[in-house]
């Protein structure tokens, strides 16, 4: 097996999504442009998406990330607008969306279009998490359209299993259809629940970091396929597990969570860069089967769906939003009020991924008679080009929508001084446990020790009500500027001399290693006392 054309996807893929980040242009979609461009440049490999390695070792990493980094609190508060995108809108999407298929596209069979509907009725986890980072949205809309991406894989799924069945012939009565959701959704969450505490405890007793970050990397795969092996939702055991680890994560040893918060943004950004960039590349094999179908009236078909997409998504949001409140006072006691606006933006953020053409990829060519499935060709064009535009057209314009509307941003003095004062109750209760602590004769240390104690805890204490302090009038620096600039400029000069004498043979590499660590651990330590990005 070659792996330069694997290499090759994953550097010019990460070289592409690191430029993005210098540009307004979210990386989601110029790595997706880049991925169309690619495609048909001479000498560029075939890379097919194939649903065989994308659900079991694409999704399961991105999906658990995603969740980990997810607030539990947030998302338990937001349950129900969650859960109503998640399962109700998909379901709605599935038949919406296949029933106006069916209608404006001519030949298509009904049992297709279902097909059709499932496989682009879930929001991407990945798309939204990167778009949502990148236009700032408000906290509330980030939680509920990263919630609904987190759980919605897993109803569209098994509504394309259904859809598939009748397809192919096998036929599924409506009371196997919901059977076989409720399996998945159930059995999903109580593999995740049967899984949770146990990893949680191996997690907190494995003492060697490099075994715990090994267990953290194959925590999603053991997840995922722990709850397929028994027919049930992979995708929700993935999340139940890593919302609950990210919950208690606190309670895992500093070593750990340093290495694993690295290691697993690492893996996404590599995974995502990736992913985005192979949805670009499938142009070709999304094209090489549209022989039997007119150029312009696959064009036409495809702005229809797309639309389609779009409108149903809006025809499911504003009453979603509204009716409940209608209804019930309750929920307009105990959540905040909303106007036009905030559905509007989660309207318009339903951004389609590679997880809707994994799912039409895996469409069999045939079906249970021998005969070729009906229409698949269509379905996978249909598919291709609704990711494509809701990820260029709603991609694009997502950004000057949040600023047309101005809806409120992130109130980072707030956020500082709530910080700030976090930080001092917190402080407050480490003085008082280290003055008792110097009380016991087994816990003596010198006076400049003790002070140094006092010295760090003091500085911790300051450091955050400093940023809502002016800037130095003569550098503009605020203190935490200046504090990280002297710090690393001793901490460059103690590591040029040690090189030194590494170089002059007078400490061997070893020794050198051991030093330069603990001077990266020491910077580490005074841009993390200050909050630097």
Excluded: C
Excluded at 6 to 16: D, E, K, P, Q, R
Excluded at 166 to 173: C, H, R, Y
Excluded at 364 to 376: E, I, K
Excluded at 437 to 462: C, F, K, S
């Amino acid at each position: 097996m070659d792996a330069l054309p694997l290499v090759g996807l994953v550097a010019v893929s990460a070289a592409i999504a690191g430029a993005a980040r210098r540009t307004p242009v979210p990386a989601p979609l110029l790595l997706v442009a880049a991925g169309l461009i690619a495609s048909y440049l001479p000498g560029i490999p075939a890379y097919t998406l194939d649903a065989h390695v994308v659900l079991p070792l694409l999704l399961p990493p991105l999906l658990y990330t995603a969740a980990f980094d997810s607030s539990y609190l947030d998302l338990r508060a937001n349950l129900r607008p969650v859960a109503l995108l998640s399962v109700g809108y998909v379901l709605f999407a599935t038949v919406a969306v296949g029933w106006l298929a069916y209608r404006l596209v001519p030949g298509l069979p009904l049992t297709a279009a279902l097909v059709l509907g499932a496989v682009v009725a879930p929001p991407d986890a990945v798309t939204a998490a990167a778009v949502a980072r990148k236009v700032g949205l408000p906290g509330r809309i980030t939680t509920i359209l990263q919630g609904e991406s987190l759980v919605n894989d897993a109803t569209a799924i098994t509504a394309y299993k259904v859809a598939l069945a009748a397809a192919v012939g096998e036929g599924m009565s409506w009371g196997a259809g919901i059977g076989e959701f409720l399996l998945a959704a159930v059995g999903g969450v109580a593999v995740g629940l049967a899984l949770m505490v146990p990893l949680h405890w191996l997690r907190t007793h494995l003492k060697e970091a490099l075994l715990q970050n090994t267990l953290s990397l194959l925590i999603p795969f053991v997840a995922y396929a722990a709850a397929e092996r028994v027919h049930a939702s992979g995708v929700l055991a993935v999340v139940v597990v890593a919302l609950y680890l990210g919950h208690r994560s606190w309670q895992v040893d500093f070593a750990t969570r340093l290495q694993e918060e690295a290691v697993r943004k690492m893996v996404a950004f590599v995974l995502e860069s990736s992913v985005f960039a192979l949805i670009g590349l499938q142009l070709p094999f999304v094209l090489k089967g549209l022989g039997a179908y007119d150029t312009g009236d696959a064009a036409r078909y495809a702005v229809l769906v797309f639309l389609a997409v779009v409108v149903v998504r809006f025809l499911w949001v504003y009453p979603a939003t509204y009716t409940p409140r209608w209804l019930s006072r309750r929920i307009r006691e105990r959540e905040p009020g909303t106007d036009w606006r905030a559905p509007l933006i989660v309207g318009w953020a339903g951004m389609r991924g590679v997880v809707s053409l994994a799912i039409a990829f895996s469409i069999p060519y045939v079906t249970t008679d021998g005969d070729p499935f009906p229409a698949r060709d269509l379905v996978l064009f249909l598919t291709f080009t609704t990711v494509i535009g809701t990820l260029v057209v709603q991609g694009l314009t997502l950004p000057v929508l949040v600023r047309v509307l101005k809806l409120p941003g992130r109130d980072e003095r707030a956020e500082t001084l709530a910080e700030a004062q976090a930080q001092s109750e917190a402080s407050a209760a480490a003085d008082a446990r280290l003055e008792e602590l110097l009380t016991d004769p087994h816990n003596h240390l010198p006076g400049p020790l003790a002070d140094r104690l006092r010295a760090v805890l003091e500085r911790r204490r300051n450091a955050v009500w400093e940023r809502l302090g002016a800037a130095d009038p003569v550098t503009g620096e605020s203190a935490d500027d200046t504090y990280r600039r002297l710090a690393r400029e001793m901490i460059d000069a103690e590591r040029e001399v040690f090189v030194r004498l590494r170089d002059e043979r007078r400490i061997d590499d070893e020794l050198l290693r051991t030093l330069l660590r603990r001077l990266d651990l020491e910077e580490a330590a005074a841009y993390r006392e200050t909050d630097a990005p």
